[in-house]
């Protein structure tokens, strides 16, 4: 009938929703993030969580009504959840206690790889995230905590069977540590106890006064027992780039970048608290680039009247201006007979002492294939496969020709401003609410309507 309102007919949603579409950010679709919610609810595959700034800790966590603390989603999650963090500035510590399973990890996971940044300058608290939980994933994050003397640890792990990925942790000055000789760090697995933690793929910078050496200052500090340290890039720390120590036993710590550490490149050790006999032994120390540190490339050492570390590997390791030892290279390795590392220059894109240039490996680096699958991971930094040649290469990055890398992952440089307009749809939703978003529907059908009439 003419001048009636014209009756809402089913073919008429997909054209309707396809202008929708074409208008609203492509990724983190909050329509069909509540779709997979509703799944994983029925499934029993565990909830999806997410946190904006601008959220409301009184909503319910939904991709249309975030969270905004970590806190809130770390008193709200079981087994099998995963929260999504969306890019942004938090100002407050975090403490994960609940575990999850192995079939059911927990998971934190920044949207945008190191743009969820965690500044705790002021918090007083002396540790950025404190994690108590075992098979929990923290992924992706930007931590920090600059200019606060009483801050000495990014991440701290108490859990087993964790894994700390692709994160940033840099600019913690960690004074307090060296006042009252508590230690601190970038990313520590601190409880002697806990088994089977991995450390991958992250960024440990500028932990302590870079300007000097301080032993108990580290970028990656391990003293548990097993896991990897894998494809990490920790420079400018005041203490060690990578340091086992305490109960510290059966790690791979394979294809690590570590330059410009005031007292040591990889340090393997034991002994002081939760020390056992098994302690120091069965590390894999295997496909590491170690540069320009003050101190050894790799020391292995006991202390306290503990026994020697042994029955270690040490191969195709890569050291070069590190200041050792009577110009020594690896130093106190007692028990061992560790291959002869490389001492040359490893040829890098682009190196730059405060990290702002390009570490993968240039053509003609004498990295590329010169590395062991022993203890190694099977992909890098950027997510290729290892070897991409007729062997594995050396560091934390594989080399293949230029061009067909595509696009690397963030490191240092990487910033808040390289968030695209995807990643602020939750919170473009959480500012229009549901009745925001059925306007928006609303004005598509009509202008579908109007095509409709016009042909």
């Given amino acids: 009938m003419t001048g009636s309102i014209p009756v809402l007919r089913t073919h008429l949603i997909i054209p309707a929703l396809a202008v929708l579409t074409a208008l609203w950010p492509p990724i983190g679709h909050p329509a069909l993030e509540v779709q997979e919610n509703r799944l994983l609810l029925t499934t029993g595959a565990g909830r999806t969580f997410h ?18 603390t970590i806190k809130k989603a770390a008193s709200m999650v079981v087994a099998g959840d995963t929260v999504h963090v969306a890019a942004g500035q938090y100002n ?27 500044n705790t300058s002021g918090s007083g608290n002396d540790t950025c995230w404190l994690n108590n939980g075992s098979y929990v994933t923290i992924q992706g994050f930007d931590i ?5 003397p009483n801050v000495r640890i990014g991440i701290a792990n108490n859990g087993s069977n964790c894994q700390i990925i692709g994160n940033r942790v840099h600019d913690i000055l960690g004074k307090i540590a060296q006042r009252n000789g508590s230690g601190g760090a970038g990313i520590v697995n601190c409880n002697t106890t806990s088994t089977s933690n991995d450390i991958i793929d992250n960024w440990i910078y500028n932990i302590g006064n870079t300007s000097s050496s301080y032993n108990t200052i580290h970028g990656i500090y391990i003293s548990c027992i097993g896991g990897n340290v894998w494809n990490n890039i920790s420079f400018n720390n005041q203490g060690a780039g990578i340091h086992a120590w305490h109960n510290a036993q059966s790690y791979n710590i394979c294809n690590n970048l570590v330059w410009g550490n005031g007292h040591a490149g990889i340090i393997i050790g034991c002994g002081d608290s939760g020390y056992t006999r098994s302690a120091g032994r069965n590390f894999k120390v295997n496909n590491n680039i170690i540069l320009y540190n003050n101190g050894a490339g790799v020391i292995e050492e006991a202390a306290g009247g503990a026994v020697q570390p042994s029955k270690n590997t040490y191969n195709t390791n890569l050291c070069y201006g590190n200041i050792g030892k009577n110009n020594n290279d ?4 007692v028990n061992e007979s560790p291959a002869p590392p490389l001492q040359v220059n490893p040829l890098l894109i682009n190196f730059q002492a405060d990290g702002l240039g390009d570490c993968h490996l240039a053509a003609g680096s004498p ?21 991409q040649g007729a062997g594995f290469d050396i560091g934390p990055y594989e080399w293949v020709p230029p061009g067909s890398r595509g696009t690397p992952s963030p490191g240092r440089s990487a910033a808040a401003s390289q968030v695209d307009r995807s990643q602020h749809a939750p919170m473009l939703y959480a500012l229009l609410g549901v009745s925001g978003v059925a306007l928006v529907l609303l004005v598509a059908l ?10």
């Fill in 367 to 387: 990295c590329i294939n010169a590395g062991t699958s022993q203890g190694a991971p099977t992909t890098d930094y950027d997510g290729l496969p290892r070897p």
């Fill in 144 to 148: 920090s905590a600059p200019g606060d």
């Fill in 92 to 118: 407050a510590p975090v403490t994960t206690n609940t575990s999850g399973t192995a079939s059911a990890r927990i998971q934190f996971i920044s949207d945008t790889t190191m743009c969820a940044h965690i």
């Fill in 51 to 68: 946190i904006a700034p601008g959220g409301n800790d009184s909503a319910d966590g939904s991709a249309l009504h975030p969270w905004a």
């Fill in 446 to 455: 009509v202008f579908v309507l109007r095509i409709r009439k016009a042909s």
């Fill in 330 to 333: 690896y130093t106190h390795t």
